[in-house]
């Protein structure tokens, strides 16, 4: 059964710069695929996206758009660079923009992203992954997205060193390792909700 898949790419640097959350995101896309999945990525900073906490900030806000794409995809995909051991402010502004699901259901009454998995995909140069991912991986399940098991793979480089992961000539082991079960697992529990969603409250 194919399922739907979106990367949100919250690198601070607009296209075409190179973005080594992109690389990392779109990894993790490719193994979603080979299970079945369909999907893009999306570069945030690319599109008008205002701060708050809405589904819709008007006056031009392109924010409407890409909660489309996520209503539409049944994995979602937090790519996000660690900055001073920190998300980067992208990825919480995306954070702050999801805190509006909180009051929209659909027609049983469930919060409407209910029956989604969520993944993170971390990058940096510094010490912050785990931090990182335990920050958006609990925002994501306040908004009602599940999480399956070892549901995150990063990638941090040496301390003190400046290679970017976007630099590397192939991926570590480790990451690719870690990148392929967290795929996995989103892909098959992706399944199991379609088949069997959450009930009616």
């Not at 539409?72 to 509006?100: F, H, N, Y």
């Not at 070892?150 to 992961?165: F, I, L, R, S």
Request: aromatic content about 4%; charged content about 20%; glycine content about 10%.
């Amino acid at each position: 059964m194919t399922f739907r898949a979106l990367v949100l790419n919250c690198t601070l640097k607009s296209s075409p710069a190179p973005s080594s959350a992109d690389k990392l995101g779109r990894e993790v896309l490719a193994v979603l695929e080979e299970h079945g999945g369909s999907g893009e990525v999306v570069r945030v900073v690319d599109h008008r996206v205002r701060f708050g906490v809405s589904t819709d900030e008007g006056d031009g806000d392109e924010w409407p758009a890409i909660r489309q794409k996520i209503l539409a995809c049944d994995v979602l995909v937090l790519a996000t660079p660690i900055w001073l051991g920190q998300p980067s402010s992208v990825v919480k502004m995306v954070l702050e923009r999801l805190d509006a699901e909180l009051a929209e259901t659909d027609d049983a009454g469930r919060p409407v992203l209910f029956d989604k998995v969520a993944l993170v995909a971390v990058v940096g140069n510094e010490d912050g992954a785990h931090h990182t991912t335990a920050e958006l991986l609990q925002g994501l399940s306040d908004v009602g997205m599940t999480i399956p098991a070892q549901a995150a793979t990063y990638w941090v480089g040496e301390a003190m060193h400046g290679t970017d992961y976007n630099d590397l000539e192939e991926t570590p082991e480790g990451t690719a390792s870690t990148t392929r079960t967290a795929a996995a697992n989103a892909a098959h529990l992706s399944g199991l909700l379609r088949g069997s969603g959450y009930p009616a409250g």
